[in-house]
């Protein structure tokens, strides 16, 4: 069985048969990843994991070149985080019914707005936060919008756990104070 690197770099580079042999090796991994996103998505949400999985694939292999297994699937996890925005900010538009909300009859709310508002929020705190540290943007996406355990993520950054571990806990109270507005004098 080939390498996965070399299969990534072939399927890059035009070959249909790596690319065809690449989407059983990745699918499980990838269609984890979909999964964990998912789950955390208002319920109704128009695009389910195997979607999300297929849309980020055909983004993945559409030229873009990727350093190894682990850049491969940090590519996928921003793949994945730029479709559940878009498809956040479709539904927002007014011709899409973006000023409505939806009432569900057996239920006082939804959560639906709100989800799709803080998935916003966070992606626009996100691209702040990479301007400024990228690495460590990098391994909030992986854990936040990949699924990876910190473990996972730090293999992917090549990074120790225990760096991961630092960063990961930065990123989270920078992300948490960002989004919140509070910032403390």
Do not use: C
């Not at 695009?47 to 682990?70: C, K, M, P, S």
């Not at 910190?150 to 806990?169: F, H, M, N, V, Y």
């Amino acid at each position: 069985m080939p390498d996965l690197t070399h299969l990534i770099e072939a399927a890059q580079k035009g070959d249909r048969r790596a690319a065809a042999e690449l989407l059983p090796l990745v699918y499980d991994e990838l269609r984890k990843l979909a999964a964990a996103k998912m789950a955390a998505e208002a319920p109704g949400h128009t695009l389910n994991a195997t979607g999300l999985v297929h849309e980020a694939y055909i983004r993945l292999v559409g030229g873009q070149q990727f350093d190894g297994r682990g850049h491969f699937f940090a590519a996928a996890a921003e793949a994945m985080r730029r479709i559940l925005v878009d498809s956040a900010r479709r539904k927002r538009r007014i011709k899409r019914g973006g000023d409505l909300q939806r009432v569900e009859l057996d239920s006082e709310t939804s959560a639906a707005p709100e989800r799709d508002e803080w998935l916003i929020a966070l992606d626009e705190a996100l691209d702040r936060f990479a301007a400024v540290e990228p690495q460590k943007a990098d391994l909030l996406k992986l854990r936040t919008f990949g699924g990876l355990s910190l473990d996972e993520a730090a293999k992917a950054l090549e990074i120790t756990p225990s760096t991961a571990d630092r960063w990961w806990a930065y990123a989270r109270a920078w992300l948490r104070v960002e989004i919140s507005g509070e910032k403390s004098d």
